[in-house]
């Protein structure tokens, strides 16, 4: 049974300040996907990792994969109010591509 | 582009009584998916379809049926609602079942069973 692990859940940040959010899963993927959720909201997607070694960036956001250590990393540079959310990894397994299984989300809260 | 869309986005049941989630799509997607999502907690896949024509269960699909009506919608039913499936339920679509495309989600529909 693949298992998706977050953390921190909770983080509460300085605007300008840097940290990063860090995803461990359980089996072999080269599949993990980050997803952001607003209060109340839907998800939207905001990074697509398809292999190992794999980094993408967007503004102030930047998402890694590293495969062999079953860990991807969205680190979050000089914080802003807006960036706060919930934030979601998913990665599908090898052999059941499709379903996707989630972690249980890390609550971002950027203080002024 | 609506996406997908959900009905109802919100609905109180009491306990016992049924009533089914219609989710839509227009992206000519192939799969389709019903999350449920409760507080602090990611989401757990209900059901899914991997394309038109088949259905299979996912995490946690006691208490729910599904129906693939055609390539664009995707039915969740709750035959006899219990107070534990108050949840926030998400519907979800992605291009091809296996392909490595992120998934769209639906608005989500609020369900509190009393």
């Known amino acids: 049974e693949l298992k998706v692990e977050q953390n921190p859940l909770f983080l509460s940040m300085q605007e300008g300040k840097n940290y990063t959010i860090y995803c461990n899963y359980s089996?072999?993927?080269?599949?993990l996907y980050w997803y952001r959720q607003d209060p109340g909201k839907s998800l939207e997607s905001l990074f697509v990792?398809?292999?190992?070694?794999a980094v993408k960036q967007e503004g102030r956001l930047m998402a890694s994969l590293d495969t062999k250590a079953r860990l991807s990393t969205l680190h979050i540079t000089a914080a802003v109010h807006d960036l706060s959310a919930t934030y979601f990894c998913a990665v599908d397994m090898d052999t059941n591509a499709g379903k996707s299984t989630f972690g249980d989300g890390t609550t971002l809260t950027v203080k002024p | 582009n609506a996406g997908v869309t959900q009905t109802p986005k919100f609905q109180v049941l009491k306990t016992g009584q049924s009533m089914t989630l219609q989710c839509a799509q227009d992206m000519n997607h192939n799969s389709m998916y019903w999350y449920r999502q409760d507080p602090g907690m990611g989401l757990r896949l209900i059901y899914y379809?991997?394309?038109?024509?088949?259905?299979d269960k996912g995490e946690v699909p006691n208490g729910y049926n599904v129906s693939r009506l055609n390539k664009r919608e995707f039915s969740l039913r709750l035959e006899s609602a219990a107070p534990s499936q108050t949840s926030v339920y998400f519907c979800?679509?992605?291009?091809?079942?296996?392909?490595?495309?992120?998934?769209?989600f639906g608005e989500g529909s609020r369900l509190t069973v009393l």
């Open positions: 089996t072999t993927s080269d599949r």
């Open positions: 990792l398809l292999s190992n070694g």
């Open positions: 979800a679509s992605r291009w091809r079942f296996g392909n490595f495309g992120e998934l769209f």
């Open positions: 379809s991997a394309s038109e024509g088949t259905t």
